[in-house]
């Protein structure tokens, strides 16, 4: 499979929103902007692997909608594209393909933004989506772009997912990883689980998923497993990624750095780490102070902030320094660092904070 190896793109904001084949044309749908105010010259389209070049495509089309979300965002006013492919006979076998296009300014590629076609994965209920956050599919192909770009995933790599909730980033890495790559997740909700090898396991068999009963104040009150006392169910070196989306964000210090020390035994020496987080720096403290961005994370809790004291677990931010610090005193090298939405920035990459470790 041909895909951008892993690099730092231009600074871009974007999505394939919509895939389609009917009669023998495929239609792509979504929108893209950069940052910079670059000019759009082409967006490269591949589909399984295959690179498709004969592309009647029209972009810089009217977004009124991506303007009202992005308001701040240079180009959002003029933001969507439209790309039709026709294909031949051989071409229209295309069910569960993974679509990757790569918006190029001046030569240089943007965000990669994923999609697949025709899948045959189910949607969870709105009740699973509500339980792990809304907009499933966009954060699930977001944060495949990401692995594959600039983590440097490979279709054969093995990925560990914590905290994989219904599946939500399984769902995308399906249509990604061969069946000599896999996938494990876990979780502390027993449904999600359920819904997820019912519905993911048994139409990708490398892909399993696991219900660990941790204790957590907000999540499983219940849980009869402490979290410094979970050990990740598998072997040392066993992944070439392992993922953290949205984690960090409710765990205290101590359960950090447990878990940080579980990461680097499971991974494979020069393998990467993903983890969402919000990081306390001058820049976010200061667009706190100003009432700026969703989360006052503000409270101090030993070694960590939180924006809720009577519920510290809802939202836990962590003083940058510290976290990288941790972090480092387990050999996992910072090598990507992008800064998130959350605090109010206009320049961003996703909502969270996003780090890329790698170990040594």
Request: charged share 20%.
């Amino acid at each position: 499979m041909k895909f951008l190896k892993p690099t730092d793109p231009l600074p871009t904001l974007g999505r394939l929103e919509k895939t389609a084949i009917t009669n023998g044309v495929v239609h792509l749908e979504g929108w893209v902007v950069s940052f910079d105010k670059k000019p759009l010259d082409r967006i490269q389209v591949t589909i399984g692997g295959q690179e498709f070049s004969n592309l009647e495509i029209s972009h810089s089309l009217p977004s009124p909608d991506i303007n009202k979300g992005y308001p701040n965002i240079p180009g959002t006013d003029k933001a969507r594209y439209i790309i039709k492919i026709s294909l031949t006979g051989q071409q229209q076998q295309l069910k569960n393909s993974l679509v990757v296009l790569t918006p190029i300014y001046q030569g240089r590629p943007g965000g990669i933004m994923p999609n697949v076609l025709d899948p045959s994965i189910p949607l969870p209920s709105q009740e699973y989506i509500k339980f792990v956050g809304d907009h499933f599919t966009d954060v699930a192909f977001d944060f495949l772009g990401y692995f594959i770009q600039r983590v440097g995933l490979e279709p054969n790599d093995k990925v560990l997912d914590v905290g994989c909730g219904v599946g939500r980033l399984a769902y995308s890495l399906a249509y990604y990883l061969t069946p000599q790559g896999g996938y494990a997740g876990f979780d502390i909700a027993e449904k999600l689980i359920k819904w997820a090898n019912s519905e993911i396991t048994s139409r990708f068999p490398n892909f399993n998923f696991q219900v660990v009963n941790i204790y957590n104040q907000m999540y499983n009150p219940e849980g009869n497993v402490k979290t410094l006392d979970f050990i990740f169910p598998h072997e040392d070196k066993s992944f070439e990624l392992v993922f953290l989306i949205s984690v960090f964000t409710h765990l205290r210090a101590k359960e950090v750095r447990h878990y940080l020390d579980e990461i680097s035994r499971v991974l494979k020496p020069g393998s990467r780490c993903l983890c969402s987080c919000f990081l306390l720096n001058p820049e976010s403290e200061s667009a706190i102070a100003k009432g700026r961005g969703a989360h006052k994370i503000v409270h101090q809790l030993e070694e960590c902030f939180t924006s809720n004291p009577k519920m510290p677990e809802a939202v836990i931010g962590y003083k940058e320094p510290l976290l990288l610090g941790w972090m480092r005193e387990r050999g996992l090298t910072v090598v990507g660092k992008y800064y998130g939405q959350w605090c109010g920035r206009n320049r961003f990459t996703s909502y969270q904070d996003i780090l890329v470790l790698q170990k040594n």
